[in-house]
T-cell receptor, first 112, second 114 residues
Framework: GENVEQHPSTLSVQEGDSAVIKCTYS??????FPWYKQELGKGPQLIID?????GEKKDQRIAVTLNKTAKHFSLHITETQPEDSAVYFC???????????FGTGTQLKVEL | DGGITQSPKYLFRKEGQNVTLSCEQN?????MYWYRQDPGQGLRLIYY???????QKGDIAEGYSVSREKKESFPLTVTSAQKNPTAFYLC?????????????FGSGTRLTVV
């Protein structure tokens, strides 16, 4: 089955700086990679996703890049703001799979 | 508005009791999932269902049970056999049985054993 590893587990940045979270996956047949943001005491919310036929996707200050050869994908947040502070989870699903496999999460703290 | 609703938000259980957590969705999604989240930890899959009247065990199914009698409902029962049930429980649904269109999560139920 799919295995997804996520780094770093915690990340502190200054407001206005960029933040990058990286995930690697094991199954070369994986073809869908979403990112979720979880605020304290709430359920995760989908913030961006990418499919294997695309190398990069952007949505305002958020972007995701996918390197199929190296089997890794990354979340990039530019011009970070305090409200970006949360736990971020990456996930993947294989071509023949029927559920998402989640990374272990990254606690992002944006400091003033 | 379409969404996924978990209730109650907070639940207290005495040792030896069974409790049932509710999860209802009006998104017409085929697949539904239950996850457990411990403090500072990731998401661990308990059970999932891709179609009515069918469900599969996840990675940590022991001590839990589910049913899927209706498309919109996927209740989770935490039985007395679950030795450490205190956790945050998340329900999710997906329009795709493969999960390839992402999940919509509920707001969670925090279960505490007293």
């Amino acid at each position: 089955g799919e295995n997804v590893e996520q780094h770093p587990s915690t990340l502190s940045v200054q407001e206005g700086d960029s933040a990058v979270i990286k995930c690697t996956y094991s199954d070369s047949a994986s073809n869908y990679f979403p990112w979720y943001k979880q605020e304290l005491g709430k359920g995760p919310q989908l913030i961006i996703d990418i499919r294997s036929n695309v190398g990069e996707k952007k949505d305002q200050r958020i972007a995701v890049t996918l390197n199929k050869t190296a089997k890794h994908f990354s979340l990039h947040i530019t011009e970070t703001q305090p409200e970006d502070s949360a736990v971020y989870f990456c996930a993947g699903v294989t071509g023949g799979g029927n559920k998402l496999t989640f990374g272990t999460g990254t606690q992002l703290k944006v400091e003033l | 508005d379409g969404g996924i609703t978990q209730s109650p938000k907070y639940l207290f259980r005495k040792e030896g009791q069974n409790v049932t957590l509710s999860c209802e969705q009006n998104l017409n999604h085929d697949a539904m999932y239950w996850y457990r989240q411990d403090p500072g930890q990731g998401l661990r899959l308990i059970y999932y269902s891709q179609i009515v009247n069918d469900f599969q065990k996840g990675d940590i199914a022991e001590g839990y049970s589910v049913s899927r009698e209706k498309k919109e409902s996927f209740p989770l029962t935490v039985t007395s056999a679950q030795k450490n049930p205190t956790a945050f429980y998340l329900c999710a649904s997906s329009p795709s049985r493969t999960g390839k269109d992402g999940y919509t999560f509920g707001s969670g139920t925090r279960l505490t054993v007293v």
